[in-house]
Every structure is written in structure tokens, then in C-alpha cells.
Nanobody, 120 residues
Framework: QVQLVESGGGLVQPGGSLTLSCATSGSIFSINTMGWYRQAPGKQRDLVARITSGGSTNYADSVKGRFTISMDNAKRTVYLQMNNLKPEDTAVYYC??????????????WGQGTQVTVSS
């Protein structure tokens, strides 16, 4: 069974940095894309950043220039380096992956979520 295991959330002061990690476990054929979404209290879950297995990336406008997404294909792990964090970045961050389980079957998976709190 495929699982996404996240780590790296926590409390940080404004202007600080955090790195989130999300590792894929279980038997898979290949990874199409991996990404990060976030959901603040009372708000919808929105895309933060996404990366394809080929290395193409896209970011939400609100994090461009501050966040960097990367993927280690060999480790099947995606990272989100977050710099110059702002209070409005406070949210639960969820890892997402579009994974090809077999050559003809693709599923979407979500991690359990990790809390990021930016506060002085």
C-alpha cells in the first residue's frame, strides 16, 4: 500500500526558514508529480508548489521567490524549502502525489498533513 510520510513542520518566527519532506513508501511503478498544498483554518486547501518527475515546477504566486520545491527521484522524496516565512504562511501543509502504480493505473495520494506556524 502506498503511503506518503511527511516531516519537518513546526513553529518558526517571521523571516525564518523550514524544510518539509515527504517520502513515498510502498510498491510503485513510477511517480508522475509530487507537490505540496496547504490549508489554513476556515479556508480551502490550495496548491503551494508542484514538481514533475522531469523537474518542471510551478508555484503559487504568494510563495514565488521564497519557497523551493525539489525531488529526489531515487529516494522518492519531495522537499519544500521555505524561506522568509510570513504569518500568512501558517497552515497545515499536505503532501500530494500522482503515482503510477502499474503501467496502466494511476492514483492520487495525500499525506497526513504537518502543521507550520509562523509567529513571534
Amino acid at each position: 500500500q502506498v503511503q506518503l510520510v511527511e516531516s519537518g513542520g513546526g513553529l518558526v518566527q517571521p523571516g525564518g526558514s523550514l524544510t518539509l519532506s515527504c517520502a513515498t513508501s510502498g510498491s510503485i511503478f513510477s511517480i508522475n508529480t509530487m507537490g505540496w498544498y496547504r490549508q489554513a483554518p476556515g479556508k480551502q486547501r490550495d496548491l503551494v508548489a508542484r514538481i514533475t518527475s522531469g523537474g518542471s515546477t510551478n508555484y503559487a504566486d504568494s510563495v514565488k521567490g521564497r519557497f523551493t520545491i525539489s525531488m529526489d527521484n531515487a529516494k522518492r522524496t519531495v522537499y519544500l524549502q521555505m524561506n522568509n516565512l510570513k504569518p500568512e504562511d501558517t497552515a497545515v501543509y499536505y503532501c500530494n502525489a500522482l503515482i503510477r502504480i502499474t503501467p496502466t493505473s494511476t492514483n492520487t495520494y495525500w499525506g497526513q498533513g504537518t502543521q507550520v506556524t509562523v509567529s513571534s
